[in-house]
């Protein structure tokens, strides 16, 4: 299942409610806040979650490893239907083997 959040209160609490085995923020890492982050990566702790942050092509911001905010991994979009599939897939068994540790 796929679902899209418009707010950072609405993707939190699909979040919450269903903890997803991956998360994707996308677009400028400088818009989203630190609450937004703090409990995305909390709950990605909690339920062996993958965080990955996208963003566009033509604006990439890196980020400095010391100041990554909790991401697992960064793409840069436009990504191929090839590197998703693999990312859903690596996500989804992550969540799996963790859940057995």
Same mark, same amino acid.
């Given at each position: 299942?796929?679902?899209?959040? $418009?707010?950072? @209160? !609405?993707? /939190?609490? !699909?979040?919450? !409610?269903?903890?997803? =085995?991956?998360?994707?923020? %996308?677009? @400028?890492?400088?818009?989203?806040? &630190?609450?937004?982050?703090?409990?995305?990566?909390? &709950?990605?702790?909690?339920?062996?979650?993958?965080? /990955?942050?996208?963003? @566009?092509?033509?604006?990439?911001?890196? /980020?400095? &490893?010391?100041?990554?905010?909790?991401? @697992?991994? =960064?793409?840069?979009?436009?990504?191929? &239907?090839?590197?998703?599939?693999?990312?859903? !897939?690596? %996500?989804?068994?992550?969540?799996? $083997? $963790?859940? =057995?540790?």
């Amino acid at each position: 299942m796929v679902e899209v959040a $418009c707010s950072e @209160d !609405q993707a /939190i609490l !699909q979040a919450s !409610q269903n903890p997803p =085995f991956l998360v994707i923020l %996308a677009g @400028d890492h400088g818009h989203w806040s &630190q609450h937004l982050l703090g409990k995305l990566r909390a &709950q990605a702790n909690a339920h062996h979650t993958t965080l /990955i942050a996208l963003t @566009d092509f033509h604006a990439p911001s890196w /980020i400095h &490893q010391e100041e990554n905010p909790g991401f @697992d991994g =960064f793409l840069v979009n436009p990504i191929s &239907q090839e590197v998703l599939l693999s990312l859903v !897939q690596a %996500a989804h068994t992550r969540r799996i $083997c $963790c859940s =057995f540790t």
